[in-house]
T-cell receptor
């Protein structure tokens, strides 16, 4: 039962352009959503999060949008840089699951110089 | 370095052997999580602790798996009678209870079961 889905395994973007990574979830009880970035041979690192009471959170070049009615969130990176090339995981927690965190399968982002 | 550390980084074992992994969280973090990650997948929740109490355990965690956090500091994950299907990256993460679930991950322990 995949409660958090990232349907695009990979995405390629030109440097300077916008990267948009998408994530869908099925459990309407989730109330906190996070994005993590992972480089090879390292553990995931926290990037940005959003509470279900908000629909947008911005941190520098990174913005997360939440559409609760569609059970969809997205991560926008503007402008994209070659150093952003990594695997991005969407994650969700809350509701009856408490602090248990469910991760998507990840999207590999390639930013071309 | 005050990050999350895991030991060993790599472990190769034969099927049927027992293995134990250690995780040292960030010192002031009272929550500690264990995940398993296989190729092409995201981290899969195994269990988590608040201080020394194990608050949740995934139903995917068979009785061959056990985790402890005896003094609310470091944690160990033991796998008994390893199987080839246990081959994966085992990740540990920690967080503060006042920050809603922003977890800091260690580098992981890669287990290969021959």
């Amino acid at each position: 039962d995949q409660q958090v889905k990232q349907n695009s395994p990979s995405l390629s973007v030109q440097e300077g352009r916008i990267s948009i990574l998408n994530c869908d979830y099925t459990n309407s009880m989730f109330d906190y959503f996070l994005w993590y970035k992972k480089y090879p041979a390292e553990g995931p690192t926290f990037l940005i999060s959003i509470s279900s009471i908000k629909d947008k959170n911005e941190d520098g070049r990174f913005t997360v949008f939440l559409n609760k009615s569609a059970k969809h969130l997205s991560l926008h990176i503007v402008p994209s840089q070659p150093g952003d090339s990594a695997v991005y995981f969407c994650a969700a927690s809350g509701g009856t699951g408490g602090f248990k965190t469910i991760f998507g399968a990840g999207t590999r982002l390639f930013v071309k110089a | 370095d005050t990050g999350v550390s895991q030991d060993p980084r790599h472990k190769i074992t034969k099927r049927g052997q027992n293995v134990t992994f250690r995780c040292d969280p960030i010192s002031e973090h009272n929550r500690l999580y264990w995940y398993r990650q296989t190729l092409g997948q995201g981290p899969e929740f195994l269990t988590y602790f608040q201080n020394e109490a194990q608050l949740e355990k995934s139903r995917l965690l068979s009785d061959r798996f056990s985790a402890e956090r005896p003094k609310g500091s470091f944690s160990t994950l033991e796998i008994q009678r390893t199987e080839q299907g246990d081959s994966a990256m085992y990740l540990c993460a920690s967080s503060l209870s006042r920050t809603y679930n922003e977890q800091f991950f260690g580098p992981g322990t890669r287990l290969t079961v021959l």
